[in-house]
């Protein structure tokens, strides 16, 4: 699966239509009914938006042993010796973290099958902070390649983000850098990675989904 239904495959993702749309409308409100600073302001809002929901093309890496990102952003974390309900340790932890201006569609990290999901309801604590990894709103996504290899995604949401899309469900089958679902306003996706991969990216550094290598399959 190359493109989702749900995010849909033009260069605005889906869900961003009706925050689109209603921005959009109120602006026009304000222009009919005389209030010139109002709809200035509502041109402002109507376009951030159009720029927060944008889907770009990305440019997929072929070699099939490299890991990408799932998420655009900063690498906040990486932490050896983690673990998690879908994938047991030890595991590396990759945490990347999105403000309000990167792209927010996130990308399948290997091509392969969706073999569990879980949603968790929880809290809305800055996705940066520790706490935020067990107590906050996430939908994890378990990945099973060809040859049998998993990797993790768990989109966790933020401070300001309110509403996790899941595009997937268990047993879809996607191209590595596919679009997999969205956070909408500032959020964090966390690549949990089992020993078998190098690691590519340190603290810092700043990625683009389905695009940026962040480990490699070592054997």
């Not at 047991?88 to 990347?96: C, L, S």
Request: one cysteine or more; proline letters at 8%.
């Amino acid at each position: 699966m190359a493109h989702s239904p749900v995010l849909g495959q033009g260069p605005i993702a889906i869900p961003g239509f009706r925050f689109i749309g209603i921005a959009g409308a109120l602006t026009l409100l304000c222009w009919l009914l005389d209030f010139p600073l109002l709809a200035f302001l509502g041109c402002l809002a109507t376009g951030f938006l159009v720029y927060f929901f944008r889907n770009p093309e990305r440019t997929i890496p072929g070699d099939p042993a490299l890991i990408v990102a799932p998420a655009d952003g900063k690498v906040i974390r990486v932490d050896e010796g983690q673990s998690h309900e879908l994938l047991p340790g030890p595991a590396t932890r990759v945490a990347i973290f999105m403000n309000v201006f990167d792209v927010h569609v996130n990308r399948a990290p290997v091509a392969g099958r969706v073999l569990r999901t879980r949603h968790q309801p929880g809290r809305f604590l800055a996705a940066f902070k520790d706490e935020a990894v067990t107590a906050n709103e996430q939908f994890a996504t378990l990945w099973e390649t060809p040859d049998g290899r998993q990797v993790l995604t768990v989109q966790i949401a933020g401070l300001l983000a309110r509403r996790i899309v899941p595009a997937v469900k268990e047993g879809d089958r996607l191209d590595k850098g596919a679009p997999f679902g969205m956070i909408c306003f500032g959020s964090r996706v966390d690549l949990y990675l089992p020993p078998q991969c190098d690691i590519m990216v340190n603290t810092g550094d700043r990625v683009k989904a389905g695009e940026s290598p962040v480990a490699r399959w070592s054997g």
